[in-house]
């Protein structure tokens, strides 16, 4: 195979596929290093020194052992080459690590740090080497429904409820998404919220996402719904305006004119997506008395041609099979709303490329 590939294509193009198939077999290793640069504190190093830093700098700050700064720069070297830091030297040519825009998502008083290590946790990464297994095994109930249960013989909300650690990381992750969303949304599409006098937060964890509403619109009524053992510790102190409610959205769904649903309905296949939204459809007024719900999640296809988003989107859409979830396109949306119950007048807002608000109407 090799030799016929020699004959058909030039040097440079083989060294260029070559190089993409290798990073393919240790794509694993660059995101291990963003996990190690997070553990270890280096984008707040950097940050905290002004936006620049040098190895030695970094090394100090983040107690890195003397005999291993060489080996701090591999780990340096490739997160700069693969764009989460950049370089520059200063007066004595000394090399100058910086944050580059990617970077600066990880720093700062609200920001994604702490998905890392969720998304990189071992139980998540570890449902992934049964793949294979799970494409041959017979579909639930007679099998394991999801890549998560085919490894650990339970969900991933069942392993959460039993496991403390793993919760922690898991509510972390989610509460600092929803939180520099909702920012953004407020910031850019805030207009969803104003003439609402209450709303619901459905699945809203901690209520991270929500104290940012609540701040923001003092006189709307917010409540965050979560499961008992979520909402356990009542986190919502400082906010007149926001209280929590435990409860089961397949069930019941507290009245409020909204309910938001912020990346929710990407966690379940169709069938429940559309329970899901019956509940919402119950607890809200009708459209001409401004009922509404407030879908915040992506919407696949709406970046055309770009092929950074369009592979962002397939890994996402690839990785929510580890719990039977799936990223969508606008038709499968629009059948799910159908289903549901809802008016076929809807809007789709993009606020960061395939991330997006969606507006639908009893």
Same mark, same amino acid.
């Given at each position: 195979?090799?030799?016929?590939?020699?004959?058909?294509?030039?040097?440079?193009?083989?060294?260029?596929?070559?190089a993409e198939l290798h990073n393919h077999f240790l794509g694993y290793v660059k995101s291990m290093s963003l996990k190690c640069a997070v553990d270890l504190g280096i984008p707040e190093a950097i940050h905290r020194r002004g936006g620049t830093a040098t190895l030695a700098d970094i090394a100090t700050d983040t107690k890195v052992h003397p005999a291993k700064v060489a080996d701090l720069q591999r780990?340096?070297?490739?997160? =700069?080459?693969?764009?989460?830091?950049?370089?520059? !030297?200063?007066?004595?040519?000394?090399?100058?690590?910086?944050? !580059? =825009?990617?970077?600066?998502?990880?720093?700062?008083?609200?920001?994604?740090?702490?998905? $890392?290590?969720?998304?990189?946790?071992?139980?998540?990464? !570890?449902?992934?080497?049964?793949?294979?297994?799970?494409?041959?095994?017979?579909?639930?109930?007679?099998?394991?429904?999801?890549?998560?249960?085919?490894?650990?013989?339970?969900?991933?909300?069942?392993?959460?409820?039993?496991?403390? %650690? /793993?919760?922690?990381?898991?509510?972390?992750?989610?509460?600092?998404?929803?939180?520099?969303?909702?920012?953004?949304?407020?910031?850019?599409?805030?207009?969803?919220? @104003?003439?609402? #006098?209450?709303?619901?937060?459905?699945?809203?964890?901690?209520? &991270?996402? !929500?104290?940012?509403?609540? #701040?923001?619109?003092? @006189?709307?009524?917010? =409540? $965050?719904?979560?499961?008992?053992?979520?909402?356990?510790?009542?986190?919502?102190?400082?906010?007149?305006?926001?209280?929590? $409610?435990?409860?089961?959205?397949?069930?019941?769904?507290?009245?409020?004119?909204? $309910?938001?649903?912020?990346?929710?309905?990407?966690?379940?296949?169709?069938?429940?997506?559309?329970? +899901?939204?019956? @509940?919402?459809?119950?607890? +809200?007024?009708? @459209?001409?008395?401004?009922?509404? *719900?407030?879908?915040?999640?992506? *919407?696949?296809?709406?970046?055309?041609?770009?092929?950074?988003? =369009? %592979?962002? %989107? &397939?890994?996402?859409?690839? /990785?929510?099979?580890?719990?039977?979830?799936?990223?969508?396109?606008?038709?499968?949306?629009?059948?799910?709303?159908?289903?549901?119950?809802?008016?076929?007048?809807?809007? +789709?807002?993009?606020?960061?490329?395939?991330?997006? *608000?969606?507006?639908?109407?009893?």
């Open positions: 195979m090799t030799l016929k590939l020699l004959a058909e294509v030039s040097p440079q193009e083989l060294l260029v596929c070559l780990v340096m070297e490739l997160l =700069t080459a693969s764009g989460i830091f950049s370089t520059s !030297t200063d007066g004595e040519d000394d090399v100058l690590y910086g944050l !580059t =825009t990617t970077c600066r998502f990880l720093v700062g008083w609200h920001n994604l740090s702490p998905m $890392v290590p969720f998304l990189l946790n071992p139980l998540v990464v !570890t449902s992934f080497f049964s793949m294979p297994d799970w494409f041959r095994s017979e579909p639930a109930p007679a099998g394991a429904g999801s890549l998560f249960e085919l490894a650990h013989g339970c969900s991933q909300w069942e392993r959460a409820s039993k496991d403390a %650690e /793993f919760s922690g990381v898991l509510n972390g992750s989610m509460a600092a998404d929803s939180q520099v969303f909702l920012e953004v949304i407020i910031m850019d599409k805030g207009r969803i919220f @104003r003439g609402l #006098s209450s709303l619901v937060d459905v699945g809203g964890g901690k209520g &991270a996402g !929500t104290k940012a509403i609540a #701040s923001a619109f003092p @006189r709307i009524k917010c =409540t $965050v719904m979560d499961l008992p053992h979520v909402i356990a510790d009542g986190a919502g102190a400082g906010h007149e305006n926001l209280q929590f $409610v435990a409860g089961d959205m397949f069930q019941s769904i507290p009245s409020a004119d909204a $309910v938001v649903l912020k990346n929710i309905l990407h966690d379940w296949g169709h069938d429940d997506c559309v329970k +899901i939204l019956q @509940r919402c459809k119950e607890a +809200i007024p009708a @459209r001409n008395a401004g009922g509404k *719900v407030i879908i915040i999640d992506m *919407v696949r296809g709406l970046a055309h041609d770009e092929k950074n988003i =369009t %592979e962002m %989107e &397939a890994i996402q859409n690839l /990785f929510m099979m580890y719990i039977n979830g799936v990223e969508r396109n606008e038709s499968e949306w629009k059948a799910i709303f159908s289903d549901a119950g809802f008016s076929g007048d809807y809007k +789709i807002m993009p606020v960061l490329g395939p991330y997006s *608000v969606i507006e639908i109407y009893p």
